[in-house]
């Protein structure tokens, strides 16, 4: 299983990036999968998630309002497309796979991790 996350990079605050993850899993439609981001000296912490079918999303009250999640079972990708951007969402991105467990918040859920992907927001 590879999941490969990008579009990170620097953007001013109040402007848009858009992350996309690329997974290699087979039965992708069958799973959930999530973004999470560690700021330096924080611990990782949950910021997106969608259920296998897509119906269904969950977000961080931190994001909610400026984040979106969403999935192509077709291309076995998902996009997170964060607008609105602060300081405070600078860090490192990394898409999820969650195998077992439909507990889409909590990093325990996730079986299978990506690199990360770098998000700098200035000020």
């Known amino acids: 299983v590879q999941l490969q996350a990008s579009g990170g990079g620097l953007v001013q605050a109040g402007g848009s990036l858009r992350l996309s993850c690329a997974a290699s899993?087979?039965?992708?439609?069958?799973?959930?999968m999530g973004w999470f981001r560690q700021a330096p000296g924080k611990e990782r912490e949950f910021v997106a998630a969608?259920?296998?079918?897509?119906?269904?999303?969950y977000y961080a009250d931190s994001v909610k309002g400026r984040f979106t999640i969403a999935r192509d079972n077709a291309k076995n990708t998902v996009d997170l497309q964060m607008n609105s951007l602060k300081p405070e969402d600078t860090a490192v991105y990394y898409c999820a796979a969650a195998v077992g467990s439909s507990y889409y918040t909590l990093m325990e859920s996730y079986k299978y991790w990506g690199h990360g992907t770098q998000v700098t927001v200035s000020s």
């Open positions: 969608i259920t296998w079918s897509g119906r269904i999303t």
């Open positions: 899993v087979r039965a992708f439609s069958s799973i959930g």
